[in-house]
């Protein structure tokens, strides 16, 4: 049964019907609202007609983050009175949950590039929604230039509307050929701004690394907002570690501790989206609870003025997640969060002279970002320089010039820059195109299960205490029992699944195309084909991986 009370209270419905107009005459629309109104929610809902009597549309929402995904699709099957699956279903990275009747399907925009790649024509879906655009993800800022493509050539009848959560809409709209612009209002109390820096000065983040005695503040901060306030305290920490580690800090504390990330499971997730069950809470989270999350019951804000962003990182030649100052914009997004249901505050962990210092906005990832993924994915698209994608920022010739470089390096393009079949089967491996060329041309060597072992390691950074040698950190992922013991796991099972299920369909080895001098330099005895890891170490296994990925260090 439809929660019909519970959708009538999401504010955006009075933009709906401007929405739904807006699309009918121009097909293309931006629509501006604010954090916990419903666009994510209420409007895939409406559009594909399953709150009234209009026609039914299959409508595809892009998510920048899996959590989001997962969120957003549970959300919105409650909402039907259903179970995920059904009528609305979701997929990401691994994980696939849709039915014979799904007519909305939530998915991150990795996802969404893999299926355009694919099918350009996406055959079967009327509308795309793509979400929290006001982020500027690479991959969010691809997908929208796809999606034109696609409407100017093969399907002008797609529908696509960009979501923000901001009302910094002017430069979506004229990419979308002058869209109109539909304004929802969202209903917002008063929030007291609190500053309160350290007492002596902290080091600036460099890295993934962040001054304890920052973490020790921020602690400090929000066991004096629960003394000062009432209602359930937001804590917006750069990442997990910093969020386990003030989590640590705050054992013994008169609330339950939430950890919000996307590495949290999905029990927690649904705890903390659930809202309060008579206790009051404290929820640690990373910027995912700036947009994509809304937590019921937050009164009070506690801002560690820290965010992660993508930045090159030469040393590995790929994009890491670099500790940054939060902008002036994901600031009072954060501070909003203290306002949704009540008057609040939020405790804002710099001083307020420091505030009108920083960045207004968030860099667009295509402009600090590692460009290899984007370079090899506009080369399967057919556009190898990217020259003629609608983009509301070029980007750096020089990123994509050391971009081209790995490619051609890796044998993913040809010397005119267009991609090569090996190129394409990279690009369908959702992984950096390093990685990727690392999975192949292992899997001929040490077999698909070992390659995949050391892949997934150098995917996703273990943590400290796995330490720092990749073969001692390959065997305590094996044995280990933790969150990301169990993501590593998932990984190695779908990544060593693709190479074998691709095998010789491809009508290529595993190391057909691989440059001869990186190859043979990297690891002697690359293309030999033995395919076997048997009589190998962990660590040669792991040395001669990484160094397929990472030839010139």
């Known amino acids: 049964m439809i929660r019909t009370e519970a959708l009538d209270r999401l504010p955006v419905r009075t933009a709906v019907p401007a929405l739904e107009r807006a699309l009918d ?27 009234g009597d209009g026609p039914v549309r299959r409508v595809l929402v892009a998510e920048p983050r899996r959590i989001a995904a997962r969120a ?62 006001h982020e500027r993800h690479l991959d969010a800022d691809t997908v929208a230039a796809f999606l034109l493509d696609v409407r100017e050539a093969i399907r002008p009848d797609l529908r696509l509307v960009a979501a923000s959560a901001t009302t910094d809409a002017e430069g979506w709209a004229r990419l979308l050929g002058d869209a109109p612009v539909i304004e929802a209002e969202g209903v917002s109390y008063p929030v007291e701004v609190l500053w309160e820096p350290p007492a002596r000065p902290v080091k600036p983040p460099h890295g993934m690394r962040v001054d304890p005695a920052l973490l020790t503040h921020v602690a400090a901060t929000v066991r004096r907002a629960l003394a000062e306030r009432e209602g359930d305290v937001l804590c917006f920490l750069p990442g997990v570690g910093e969020i386990g580690r003030v989590a640590g800090q705050l054992a013994g504390v008169d609330a339950e501790v939430l950890q919000v990330h996307g590495r949290a499971p ?17 929820v640690l989270a990373t910027s995912v609870a700036e947009s994509s999350l809304t937590v019921p019951g937050v009164r009070v ?70 460009l290899a993924a984007f370079a090899l994915q506009a080369a399967c698209w057919g556009d190898p320089d990217a020259s003629s994608l609608a983009l509301l920022d070029p980007p750096p010739a020089g990123a994509m010039g050391a971009a081209r470089e790995v490619l051609g390096a890796i044998g993913a393009v040809d010397d005119d820059g267009r991609v090569t079949e090996r190129g394409v089967r990279m690009s369908r491996l959702g992984l950096h195109p390093r990685l990727a060329r690392a999975l192949l041309d292992g899997s001929a060597e040490v077999g698909a299960r070992r390659a995949a072992e050391v892949v997934a390691l150098l995917s996703e950074e273990p943590p400290r205490e796995y330490g720092d040698d990749l073969a001692a950190a390959l065997r305590t992922a094996r044995r280990g029992q933790d969150g990301y013991a169990a993501r590593w796991k998932q990984e190695v099972r779908r990544l060593s699944g693709q190479v074998d299920g691709a095998g010789s369909g491809s009508g290529r080895s595993a190391s057909s195309g691989a440059a001869p001098g990186i190859g043979a330099g990297a690891a002697p005895g690359i293309g030999t084909g033995s395919g076997s890891g048997a009589g190998r170490s962990d660590d040669a296994v792991a040395g001669l991986v990484a160094a397929l990925a990472f030839p010139e260090r």
Request: glycine content about 12%.
């Open 266 to 282: 999905a029990a927690v997730q649904d705890a903390v989206l659930a809202g309060s069950s008579g206790v009051r809470r404290v």
């Open 72 to 133: 957003a699709a549970r959300r919105m099957a409650w909402l039907l009175g259903e179970r995920p699956g059904e009528r609305v279903g979701f997929t990401v990275r691994g994980e696939r949950v849709v039915g014979r009747e799904t007519v909305v399907e939530v998915v991150t925009t990795g996802v969404l590039l893999q299926r355009l790649q694919r099918d350009q024509e996406l055959a079967g879906v009327d509308v795309v929604i793509i979400d929290e655009c």
């Open 25 to 51: 005459d121009r097909g293309v629309a931006v629509l501006c609202a604010p954090p916990g109104t419903g666009k994510t929610t209420l409007v895939p809902l409406v559009l594909a007609g399953l709150t």
């Open 301 to 370: 804000v506690v801002d560690s003025g820290l965010a992660r962003e993508p930045r090159t990182d030469h040393a590995r030649g790929l994009s890491a997640l670099t500790t940054v100052r939060a902008s002036q914009a994901a600031g009072r997004q954060r501070a909003g969060r203290a306002g949704r249901e009540a008057p609040g505050a939020v405790y804002r962990c710099w001083d307020q002279a420091e505030d009108g210092r920083l960045a207004r906005f968030p860099a667009p990832e295509i402009k600090v970002a590692d």
